[in-house]
């Protein structure tokens, strides 16, 4: 071989590994981008109610790209829906392998097994979506309504106080923060939240049911009965814990 046929031949092969190089560097955009669209199509079959075919379609989008953790997080909350826990944490998990940044699917994951009463692992998950994003008054609540579950409430209280630090009108967190206050002795305080959160949504059963309690506790037995009506008229599930309470 003389040396201008070696040097067309090395010339030829650069050529080569360049365009290799450029099909493989456009080839995993590509396939992203083909599974970002797919799951975009199946948040659409959900909204229509047609979970199968959502899951047809993010099974698709993995497929086109195994390291998709929108995929396996949009697969791990159609399972979660499904009450397929134990899926759904593999694919939280395996989301988060991918993204660690990933909020919403640290968050997800502990409630989940929060669900499945693994507290303690449910504070760690989020606590990580604190680490992730402060902002969210939800990722302290979580972790609040975790700790009341291990009957943890003076911990609790401080992650009450900063998601309505956060969120002025996050209703859930007012009752149960005034669930915790009664739990620690404190019930002037519990009463004010309890009734910021009915002012806030006078259609919320539970705390109608809570500030029952409340007045009961404080021996005003005639504001109790007028809560528990209340309460029970929004939601009659309570009926029965109500008369249990009242004796009847």
Not at 68 to 78: G, I, N, P, Q
Request: hydrophobic fraction near 45%.
């Amino acid at each position: 071989m003389n040396l201008m046929t070696a040097l067309q031949t090395l010339i030829a092969s650069l050529i080569i590994a360049i365009f290799s190089c450029a099909f493989n560097a456009q080839a995993q955009p590509s396939r992203a981008a083909t599974a970002s669209s797919y799951v975009a199509r199946a948040h659409s079959w959900l909204a229509k109610g047609e979970p199968d075919k959502a899951s047809a379609d993010i099974d698709l989008a993995l497929a086109s790209d195994p390291n998709s953790a929108e995929a396996y997080f949009s697969r791990a909350e159609l399972r979660r829906v499904r009450q397929d826990y134990e899926a759904a944490l593999r694919d939280y998990s395996k989301a988060l392998q991918i993204n660690p940044r990933l909020m919403e699917a640290w968050k997800n994951r502990g409630i989940v097994k929060l669900k499945q009463q693994q507290f303690d692992e449910a504070v760690a998950d989020f606590s990580q979506a604190i680490a992730t994003n402060a902002k969210d008054a939800t990722n302290y609540y979580q972790r609040g309504l975790a700790l009341c579950l291990q009957q943890k409430f003076a911990e609790a209280l401080p992650d009450f106080d900063t998601a309505i630090r956060i969120n002025a009108r996050f209703v859930e967190a007012y009752n149960d923060r005034a669930v915790t206050l009664h739990q620690l002795g404190k019930l002037d305080k519990a009463m004010t939240d309890y009734d910021q959160a009915i002012k806030l949504n006078h259609k919320f059963a539970k705390a109608w049911i809570n500030r029952g309690i409340a007045y009961l506790e404080h021996g005003q037995r005639a504001k109790a009965q007028a809560d528990f009506n209340e309460g029970c008229r929004l939601d009659a599930k309570f009926k029965a814990s109500v008369a249990q309470l009242l004796g009847q």
